[in-house]
């Protein structure tokens, strides 16, 4: 069978979950099942994958599944428990009281909120977390997850305090080798690796410089009552404001504090001061911008998650102390991170499972503290005893988690095991690489030297398949640093593009919006979410693998293994 066949089988789960989400807008729980049985399908018969291994992959890919679910119950029961407690009310009023415009909110909660808590904590938590606040302060719900899921792109490379560089890039290339190469040439591992940091926080500041504006533009086209693009570029000069506020210090922590800081310093900056700005009307528009009312909205819109602020709220409830739960979230998340003791014990917890079914290298493990959803769930529980809940109020907030969590689950079993086995598929009795690298030799095989366009379109792809751009790094840096040798490359700034386009890709990882969406009760329009984030996530890549084209022909940027 010829590598174009078999590219095309590798890439078919892949089309046929697109079309039939995006374009007969089946929802994923119909979707996932049957793209997983063509998956499993074409790696028995096509690849000679074993079965032993495909059911190894699947066990793997359940494991993933409850970690992910995890993370949504504790985004889920933190919304519920502030919803309960009146913190959500409060928060409301704040977020109103600093501007009522919603072109204003979203940038200050999406972009700029958002980025802090990905940089705190990554895999997927902020659209899990930003999604039900925007939800719970008047946003339609498709347009909460549509937000949430468009800033899984600047800062995801720096996600979880650096994790998809630090242990996606470093583990994903044959760094025993290339240190060899390096110090025959004067240098080494830690300089190359700071070239490729710099070059992704860079490649994303050109990149995220517009999509703010881009956020904004989104929501009073498919959201605004007149349809128009015009009026969210009435709001440039705040979005653009807003863009390099959390760009610059993320350009500055990048290049002189390393991969783990740049999206929680970027964040947290920018947050600070267009809040301030907000709050003194500085750059923002005369005219304020609003959602129509409810009853205008389509059916589409609405979620099932009902937080009726009025009702619940008993209370009034101090600003600071509202916000505290989501301060102490990211501050025990760091603190996870950076704490070496603290981490450690944390992951005590952990269940593991090594070679499962007897499979080399196929591992799965599932932290109940260190996870994201555990320290969620830690917060709820000092949140009760911080807002002096009841316990009729929180026994309600776990029952609401639990029920919404249940169609999410249904999803996610098919769609990480699908997932696995496609990258599993490496072992095989036809001596085939695994269905992500075959299909990304293929296109790079077929473009030659254009091959840079196409580099963070590669990464997408493995961020798609994997809804982790750390996933994605694992299986592809190697091969995008082997192709940059080949075409006589910066092989840094190659595995950059690598790192950036998977970052983008998150925007349309399917379990990713299944995830959000379940959070705001919305399963089931998964299709919907992605024919609006296939927009951001072109810009992102036709312009990255265009910065990279630049950068490598017309600036003619180099790193030390360079060939010449």
């Excluded at 409850?66 to 009023?93: D, E, V």
């Excluded at 072109?103 to 930003?130: N, Y």
């Excluded at 860079?202 to 410089?209: M, P, Q, R, S, V």
């Excluded at 499972?353 to 599932?366: M, R």
């Amino acid at each position: 069978m010829s590598t174009g066949v078999l590219a095309l089988l590798a890439f078919l789960p892949i089309i046929t979950a697109g079309i039939l989400l995006i374009g007969f807008r089946m929802p994923a729980r119909y979707v996932m099942p049957l793209t997983y049985a063509l998956a499993v399908v074409i790696a028995l018969a096509a690849w000679g994958v074993s079965a032993n291994r495909v059911i190894a992959s699947t066990l793997q890919g359940l494991i993933q599944s409850i970690g992910l679910l995890w993370i949504i119950f504790g985004a889920l029961l933190l919304l519920n428990t502030l919803k309960h407690s009146g913190a959500i009310s409060t928060i409301r009023s704040g977020f109103t009281s600093i501007s009522p415009d919603r072109r204003v909110q979203v940038i200050l909660i999406a972009w700029l909120f958002g980025s802090f808590i990905e940089g705190a904590s990554g895999f997927g938590t902020p659209a899990a977390v930003a999604a039900p606040l925007m939800v719970a302060i008047g946003f339609p719900a498709m347009a909460a997850v549509v937000f949430g899921m468009m800033i899984q792109s600047t800062p995801v490379s720096f996600g979880a305090v650096g994790t998809p560089m630090i242990v996606g890039v470093q583990s994903g290339v044959d760094r025993a080798s290339i240190s060899e190469e390096l110090i025959a040439v004067g240098s080494n591992w830690e300089a190359f690796f700071h070239i490729i940091t710099s070059e992704v926080a860079i490649l994303h500041a050109l990149c995220g410089t517009f999509l703010p504006l881009l956020l904004v533009m989104v929501m009073t086209r498919f959201f605004g009552r007149n349809k128009s693009w015009s009026e969210g570029l009435a709001i440039a000069p705040f979005a653009l404001a807003a863009a390099f506020a959390m760009s610059i210090p993320y350009v500055l922590s990048a290049v002189f504090l390393g991969a783990e800081f740049p999206s929680m310093i970027g964040g947290l900056v920018g947050l600070s001061l267009m809040t301030l700005a907000a709050k003194n009307r500085i750059f923002v528009p005369k005219q304020s911008w609003d959602f129509p009312p409810a009853s205008e909205w389509s059916k589409e819109w609405f979620g099932s998650v009902d937080i009726k602020l009025e009702t619940l709220a008993k209370r009034q409830i101090p600003l600071a102390l509202a916000w505290a739960p989501y301060l102490l979230l990211a501050v025990v998340l760091v603190l996870s991170r950076t704490i070496t003791p603290f981490g450690d014990a944390l992951k005590t917890t952990t269940v593991a499972f090594s070679n499962i079914l007897g499979e080399q290298g196929i591992s799965g493990d599932f932290p109940l503290l260190f996870s994201p959803g555990g320290i969620l769930v830690m917060i709820c529980v000092i949140t009760v005893f911080l807002h002096r809940m009841s316990f009729d109020g929180f026994r309600k907030a776990i029952g609401e988690s639990s029920s919404t969590l249940l169609g999410a689950g249904f999803v996610l079993i098919f769609t990480v095991p699908m997932v696995r086995v496609m990258i599993n598929s490496g072992v095989n009795a036809n001596d085939i690489p695994s269905m992500p690298v075959l299909v990304a030799g293929w296109v790079s095989a077929q473009v030659g030297a254009v091959y840079p366009f196409f580099a963070p379109a590669v990464g997408a792809l493995g961020a798609f398949l994997a809804g982790s751009n750390t996933v994605s790094n694992l299986m592809l840096s190697q091969f995008q640093f082997s192709v940059a040798q080949g075409l006589g490359l910066s092989s840094a700034l190659m595995v950059a593009g690598q790192s950036v386009g998977a970052a983008a890709g998150n925007m349309i990882a399917i379990h990713n919006v299944v995830a959000a969406s379940a959070t705001v009760g919305l399963l089931g329009k998964e299709g919907a979410t992605l024919r609006i984030t296939i927009l951001p996530t072109i810009y992102y890549l036709v312009l990255s693998g265009t910065l990279l084209l630049v950068g490598f022909y017309v600036l003619g940027i180099s790193d030390p293994l360079t060939a010449r």
